[in-house]
């Protein structure tokens, strides 16, 4: 009876997955951004503002739709390799610094005469479909102090997913990359003495 219970006892436990949103540029994108790379440039990622819903590792998503009636999930096997607004911080930081060649501040001091360019992030809307697609709405500044240069802008994207947790997975990953260059692209533009576009995809959430 003692070895009967314990066999009950070992029900087997559901396998973690964990995944990533860290991204890098394409070779070919790199030429489309041309600067001086003599000179180096900072860049100074500040803390990513996500709803409060969404700062945590475990992934949310809805099934059937984005109505009133669809009814939001938290993934506790699917999980971000960190919670979701570090997570985002992490693939913005190294992302945009690819990009640009600039060096992330928080990896290196600096110089009082090298440049910096903070950042601000804020993702204001959000809705991962399973299934279906994914929206999300990001929002940024650009300044550099030094000379009280600056830059915002926004997209707003809509795009259709694979199937399953993975086709959401590489949704959201998908939207970071297009965010991810549209920054980069600012920043080079204000380094280069430039007015930044804002001329990124947007659809209706």
């Given at each position: ?94 992302g945009i610094a690819s990009w640009t060649g600039a060096v992330n501040k928080a990896h290196r001091g600096r110089t009082p005469d090298q440049i910096v360019y ?62 991810v260059t549209s920054i980069s692209k600012n920043v080079i533009e204000l380094d280069m003495g430039r007015v930044p576009t804002c001329a990124v995809r947007k659809?209706?959430?």
């Open positions: 009876m003692i070895s009967a219970s314990l066999i009950a006892g070992c029900a087997s436990v559901p396998e973690t997955r964990f995944y990533t949103l860290s991204v890098g540029p394409e070779p070919s994108e790199m030429k489309a951004l041309p600067r001086d790379l003599s000179t180096p440039i900072f860049i100074d990622i500040l803390p990513v503002n996500v709803p409060e819903r969404l700062a945590r590792p475990q992934l949310v998503v809805r099934y059937g739709g984005s109505g009133p009636e669809a009814q939001l999930f938290i993934l506790e096997q699917d999980r971000w390799s960190s919670p979701f607004n570090y997570e985002l911080r992490d693939a913005f930081a190294s903070r950042i601000a992030i804020e993702l204001s809307q959000f809705d991962a479909i399973i299934d279906d697609s994914v929206k999300a709405r990001f929002g940024w500044t650009i300044t550099r102090p030094a000379d009280a240069r600056s830059a915002a802008c926004y997209a707003v994207i809509a795009d259709p997913v694979a199937p399953g947790v993975e086709g959401v997975v590489e949704g959201v990953q998908r939207a970071v990359t297009s965010v659809e209706a959430l």
